[in-house]
């Protein structure tokens, strides 16, 4: 490590690494964006970012500027069969120098921020690790966000387009929008021919009833386990981690068997039943945590004016517990809501089905890609929706207890 | 003379408290007892019996009646079946009233009785695929066309059932030794570790280095942290499906890119492959659930004291050496805790191996064996048998995970 305490040296080494990350990124976003064959070359990125790194740690650098010499350095880098980024054929000389510019600008200007405290000679322990923490920041924001955004947009864009364009051209992740509504012909159908419209309804109700379910159930059970004392408190607060880690699928199967037995299968019913019990281990598990945190003063006060525990629990905790309760509720919905096993282990009736059971049913070789994934979208939309609109109860109630899958 | 003494044993306060506990705690524990722990106790029962899929309805006799017209004599056939191949009915028999215009004048078979117009008859056991039509003359009274239909229908009480394999007392070890037996058993669960540890270790690695990057304030910083929770909000089957229309080897965008950058030369089969599929899945699950770890990671850092860091900068410590000497220990709780629940998790995991490969391409995890194999195979009791495996070693990992958490208290 201590070699690399050199400007010299760390300044190219971040730059060659910092330009093949800059011309994958613009490689792939260019292939995405416009369907053109366009790709990073290993051997112009890597001269690209030294170039752009040495200069950037020189001092000396008045004359030209780094940036532009890394501009200069592009225009000139195709002559000699080096060009960081390849064409196709049918891209025309203008738009290449344009792309080639952009990706200079890319390289060299975060390079500025990055290399900034850098000297030329013998670097500090501090410096050197500065940089290439900011080296590190850039590329996760980057790599983080990339990661998480091309999936869901191809879900969206896959969900717009017929099977014949995806065949023809999967790197095109454009949308045709002069097609203007048929883009969403799949959506149409779905709802119309295939019941999108009441798995949709049906999903809705069945999440709200299970969240409803479970508060009623694990909000007595949580306060007892957190406020009164009993003996085997203790084993029973285990007991709900516990039964929280069973798996799904251990239980699924004798559900399975009593359901087909009693004849529960195939009904909404049935669904309504069993949700709620997947997750009450986990909102007595959230509830409870909560509920110790609240100040047990304000509790003692209402019982020595003569309030009942139950009514302490009523008029005092609930009121206080309500952002905790809206935690819980939103999690509960999310899990009912993406909730896939039992559906499809129970529910075999169309007529029946949630969305998710819905979507399942779609993959199949004679049904559409597309359809298949606007189901995916139309599944996924609400429960964003809801999560972006109400992020802050969301991320306190993944944290409050679930580390659940 | 009194003993003073503090009170000993409860008193009465207590033993209120104690009863609005149990009081408040009974709707949770029956409802949860009687969906958890009876399915448990159903799951080592099935385990060791013989089921298959469709065992879960016994057999029962079945009957069809008809009129057989015929110029010389008209007859009533009485056609008696046990469906089943394997199991003996017991206790069979009917009782049935035939409609108004059509009289029994023939010999009864035996065990049957005649009064009026109605029959009633008992057969005792009947062997697997017992198979028996019973005729008997009739004299008929008017159209006989007309008459088939209310025969056919008429009012019939069919008994006898075969032992319902789930509540006799045939016990067998079958199951487990052939679970064992078999060499599929050992790469299942080598597959299951694999993708269990790499998962684990993977989600919580991606997820710390997110947490690393979010942990300042920037504008926009609320943004990101909801776009990194992404994955892990949107329903599983949804982006299992993304994924493999992403991957998929004729349209899929990533092999279109893969070979335009130049890495592959054709088509790769990310899911279907053997060793790849796993490694795929492995990918999946860190992308789907390094947003958990990530926020749970930056919730503690988040509560970490600054004073420290500025006592580290006042003692001119470089940034890693406050990441490491500073922050890793204080991150040490939440990422053991992480790890062990992830862990278990992760070996809980089906429904995303299930969607994206089916278990196939060498994927198959232990879970996903359990429904294979009492769907797949429709052997309920082989699957069963799995199933009390994956809960033996959830029972391992939870002695495990509650030794560390009340080491570590909280989370």
């Known amino acids: 490590m201590k070699l690399l305490y050199k400007g010299y040296l760390t300044g190219p080494i971040l730059g060659a690494l910092w330009g093949l990350v800059m011309a994958v990124t613009l490689g792939v976003a260019i292939s995405f964006a416009t369907g053109e064959p366009v790709r990073p070359a290993l051997w112009g990125a890597l001269i690209l970012g030294v170039v752009s790194g040495l200069a950037m740690v020189a001092p000396s650098m008045r004359l030209v500027p780094p940036i532009a010499l890394a501009v200069l350095l592009v225009l000139v880098l195709p002559f000699i069969g080096a060009s960081p980024l390849h064409y196709g054929a049918e891209v025309s000389p203008l738009w290449r120098n344009l792309l080639n510019i952009a990706l200079a600008g890319s390289v060299a200007i975060p390079l500025r921020v990055i290399l900034r405290d850098l000297p030329l000679g013998a670097t500090t322990r501090h410096e050197f690790e500065a940089a290439v923490i900011a080296f590190l920041t850039g590329f996760g924001y980057l790599f983080f966000t990339a990661i998480v955004i091309i999936p869901f947009y191809v879900m969206v864009m896959t969900s717009m387009k017929s099977q014949q364009q995806l065949m023809l051209n999967p790197l095109d992740f454009s949308i045709d929008l002069s097609k203007g509504w048929h883009l969403f012909d799949s959506y149409y159908e779905l709802m119309t021919k295939f019941h999108f419209g009441r798995y949709l309804w049906t999903s809705f109700y069945v999440s709200v009833l299970t969240v409803l379910l479970t508060l009623l159930f694990s909000v007595p059970g949580a306060y007892a386990v957190a406020r009164l004392r009993f003996s085997g408190r203790k084993l029973f607060s285990r007991g709900i981690l516990l039964i929280y880690m069973v798996p799904m699928i251990v239980l699924a199967l004798p559900i399975y068997i009593a359901y087909s037995m009693v004849g529960l299968r195939n009904s909404v019913f049935g669904i309504v039943m069993i949700y709620p019990v997947t997750t009450i281990p986990v909102a007595l598990y959230m509830l409870q945590g909560y509920f110790r945190g609240l100040p047990v003063e304000v509790e003692e006060a209402g019982l020595m004016d003569g309030l009942s525990r139950l009514k302490v629990i009523w008029k005092i905790t609930l009121p206080l517990a309500l952002p905790a309760l809206a935690s819980v509720g939103l999690y509960v919905f999310m899990i009912a809501w993406n909730e896939f096993l039992l559906a499809f282990m129970l529910l075999d009736d169309p007529s029946k089905f949630t969305l998710t059971r819905g979507i399942a049913s779609l993959n199949s070789s004679e049904i559409p890609r597309q359809h298949l994934m606007a189901g995916a979208v139309i599944a996924t939309v609400p429960i964003m929706a809801l999560f972006l609109g109400l992020e802050r109860f969301m991320t306190r109630g993944l944290t409050a207890g679930a580390v659940k899958g | ?411």
């Open chain 2, 1 to 411: 003379m009194t003993d003073i003494s503090p009170p000993k044993g409860r008193g009465a306060l207590a033993k209120r408290e104690a009863r609005l506990a149990w009081g408040l705690l009974f709707p949770t524990i029956a409802i949860v007892a009687l969906v958890v722990i009876v399915p448990l106790l159903a799951i080592f029962w099935i385990s060791v019996k013989p089921v298959k899929l469709g065992d879960l309805r016994p057999a029962e006799m079945r009957l069809r009646i008809s009129l057989r017209d015929n110029d010389a004599q008209s007859q009533v056939e009485y056609r008696v079946i046990n469906p089943s191949r394997e199991h003996v009915i017991h206790g069979a028999g009917f009782d049935t009233t035939l409609p108004e215009g059509v009289t029994l004048t023939g010999d009864l078979p035996k065990g049957c009785a005649l009064s009026g117009q109605d029959l009633h008859c008992e057969f005792g056991d009947l062997a697997p695929r017992f198979n028996e039509r019973y005729r008997i003359d009739a004299r008929v009274t008017g159209d006989a066309k007309s008459l088939q239909r209310p025969v056919r229908d008429s009012a019939t009480v069919a008994r006898g059932k075969a032992d319902n394999i789930l509540t006799n007392s045939t016990f067998t070890l079958e199951n487990f030794t052939k679970l064992f037996d078999g060499s599929e058993f050992w790469s299942v669960l080598g597959v299951t570790l694999f993708y269990t540890i790499f998962g684990t270790l993977g989600a919580l690695l991606v997820g710390l280095f997110a947490a690393l990057l979010l942990n300042k304030d920037f504008r926009g910083q609320g943004i990101l942290r909801g776009l990194y929770l992404f994955p892990y909000v949107a329903p599983v089957i949804a982006v299992a499906f993304t994924w493999i229309t992403l991957f998929d080897p004729f349209s899929g965008s990533a092999n279109a890119l893969l070979i335009q950058m130049g890495v592959s030369q054709g088509a790769i089969n990310f899911f279907g492959q053997k060793p790849l599929a796993l490694i795929m899945v492995t990918v999946f699950e860190i992308w789907r659930y390094f947003p958990l770890s990530f926020l749970f990671i930056l919730a503690r850092m988040q509560s970490i004291d600054t004073d420290m860091y500025e006592a580290a900068d006042m003692d001119g410590a470089s940034p890693f050496q406050k990441f490491w000497y500073l922050s890793m220990p204080q991150l040490l709780g939440i990422l053991s805790v992480l790890f062990l629940l992830r862990f278990i998790w992760t070996f809980n995991k089906f429904d995303d191996i299930f969607l994206l490969t089916g278990g196939n391409a060498g994927t198959r995890t232990l879970t996903v064996d359990v429904y294979e194999q009492a769907f797949a195979v429709s052997n309920i009791g082989a699957g069963a048998a799995v199933a009390v495996v994956v809960f033996g070693c959830l029972l391992i990992f939870a002695a495990l995970f509650f030794r560390t958490m009340s080491r570590e208290e909280g989370l």
